[in-house]
């Protein structure tokens, strides 16, 4: 279930903006900029990792405090309605 969340949000995010402009977003962003840049240098932090450049808390996406929350918000619960579960 993890795997396909990952799939997905990758996919979608990499749509919208392009997963290039992720790190440097994450290494922007007030909440996340510090924690980004410890496991980007090598670091640990608990329940965060790093995978294909978007940072997870856990199995939740961290997501960018900006309009671009909305948007994934927004394309999320359509691609849920969407599911055939």
């Known amino acids: 279930m993890f795997t396909r969340w990952v799939t997905m949000i990758s996919t979608m995010c990499a749509q919208m903006i392009g997963s290039d402009a992720f790190q440097e977003l994450y290494s ?3 909440s996340f900029d510090q ?3 410890e496991l980007t ?9 790093i995978i294909n450049d978007y940072l997870f808390c856990g199995l939740q996406l961290c997501i960018l405090g900006c309009t671009l929350r909305e948007h994934i918000i927004w394309l999320l619960l359509d691609y849920v309605a969407n599911l055939d579960i």
């Open 28 to 30: 922007n962003d007030s």
């Open 35 to 37: 924690i980004y840049v």
């Open 41 to 49: 240098g090598g670091g640990k932090r608990d329940n965060f990792i």
